[in-house]
């Protein structure tokens, strides 16, 4: 977690050259996964990417290019510089190396742990400047006015609208019409595009002869079942998908149902910093609101405009208030090097986390510990609030 760098190297922060290694990861990936990448722009990309991991490394370590390109197909952590601690990115891995798919979790997973670096006070450069205006033009638009009922509506509907037809947008808060675009080509198939039923967002599309995949960008997603195979039989219709694999519904994270297919050029999407910062956590946060608000709890989102993302009361003889700050993330180890070096003081607050990560808690507990965090799952916080209640979660 340390932030000193060796003396054989340059002196950049190790958050800093973690961030740089996923970003040059993510730019070789795209170069070596993607077909229909022109040869210039292929040659530009991994000479970019090249650069990147020689400038972290420093003239003590250097690397070949048929090194680096060995490396990039390895795990991220290969990329770093001898002495730079990985944090977790030794079970990254750019491009995936059973299929040679590129990894579809690179954008978030270098959006994290950019958020880190960006804490370690180093100048920010160019992909961290397009995340963070992305971002706070999102915010700026929720804001607009100051009014707290517009910020939840504004913002509940991209949450629940990452995409959808111009005809189911006419519904939209005039203000965030400019979040909203086109689908681009690699998510359209024969003038189609999927979207996911979890997240409402197009899917990316992978082609293999003519059987076509279709999938979630979101891992968490996939897992529930938005992974999807169609036969492209060239019959001029919308293709009958089939998910790879079934799961069990859960409160708080169902099921996927059927992809949701519409014609690529009536559909308007977010773009993807909108979807990883706002649309992705956002569909936890409003899940367990819904859940509580169903039981008869009182549940407020986003009090005083985002102050903390719910507050929960419990009236009666005993009275009690849970604020919650809730955490969608990929990385454990980005996220506590992010709380660490925000110095973020989590006194009174549950920091909630998805259930799929509930191994993670005791992690988060011990090395949080002196912070005032109280570490739980999404459902360990839900039964607790419904047991003061004194109603069922289950």
């Known amino acids: 977690m340390g932030t000193s760098a060796p003396a054989d190297r340059f002196a950049i922060p190790d958050d800093h050259v973690r961030s740089m290694a996923l970003q040059a990861s993510l730019l070789a990936a795209d170069a070596l996964t993607k077909p229909a990448m022109k040869s210039n722009s292929r040659a530009s990309a991994l000479a970019r990417a090249y650069g990147l991991v020689m400038a972290l490394r420093g003239p003590a370590h ?35 190396p059973e299929t040679g798919e590129r990894n579809v979790e690179l954008d978030a997973l270098e959006g994290e742990f950019g958020e880190v670096a960006r804490e370690c006070g180093v100048l920010p450069y160019w992909p961290w400047l397009r995340q963070e205006l992305t971002e706070h033009k999102a ?34 808060p005039k203000e965030l019409n400019d979040l909203y675009g086109r689908v681009p080509e690699d998510r359209v198939y024969d003038r189609r595009c999927f979207l996911c039923p979890l997240c409402r967002w197009p899917m990316h599309v992978l082609p293999n002869g003519p059987i076509v995949m279709v999938s979630c960008a979101n891992r968490d997603h996939r897992d529930r079942g938005a992974r999807y195979l169609f ?76 102050r903390y993302d719910l507050r929960v009361t419990v009236a009666g ?74 109603v069922p979660w289950r």
Request: aromatic share 6%; charged share 25%.
């Open 231 to 306: 036969d492209d039989d060239g019959l001029d219709r919308a293709p009958h998908l089939v998910r790879t694999h079934d799961v069990r519904d859960r409160l708080l994270a169902p099921a996927a149902g059927d992809a949701i297919v519409h014609e690529a050029v009536r559909v308007r999407m977010v773009d993807p910093a909108c979807w990883h910062s706002h649309v992705i956590p956002g569909l936890l946060e409003t899940a367990l609101h819904d859940e509580l608000s169903t039981r008869g709890v009182q549940v407020e989102l986003w009090p005083e405009m985002d």
């Open 317 to 390: 003889r005993h009275p009690r208030v849970w604020k919650i700050d809730v955490k969608e993330v990929l990385s454990v180890d980005a996220l506590i090097n992010r709380l660490d070096r925000k110095g973020a003081d989590g006194t009174g607050l549950h920091l909630v986390i998805p259930d799929r990560l509930s191994s993670n808690v005791p992690l988060l507990r011990r090395r949080l510990s002196s912070t005032g965090w109280k570490v739980q799952t999404a459902s360990q916080l839900a039964r607790e609030v419904c047991r003061a209640q004194g």
């Open 62 to 96: 250097p690397l070949k290019f048929t090194e680096f390109r060995a490396l990039v197909r390895g795990p991220v952590a290969g990329l770093l510089p001898p002495g730079c601690p990985p944090e977790g990115l030794e079970a990254i891995y750019a491009i995936n």
């Open 139 to 172: 915010y700026a638009l929720f804001r607009k006015g100051e009014n707290q009922a517009a910020y939840l509506l504004r913002r509940s509907f991209v949450i629940r609208n990452a995409a959808g037809t111009q005809a189911m947008l006419q519904t939209m």
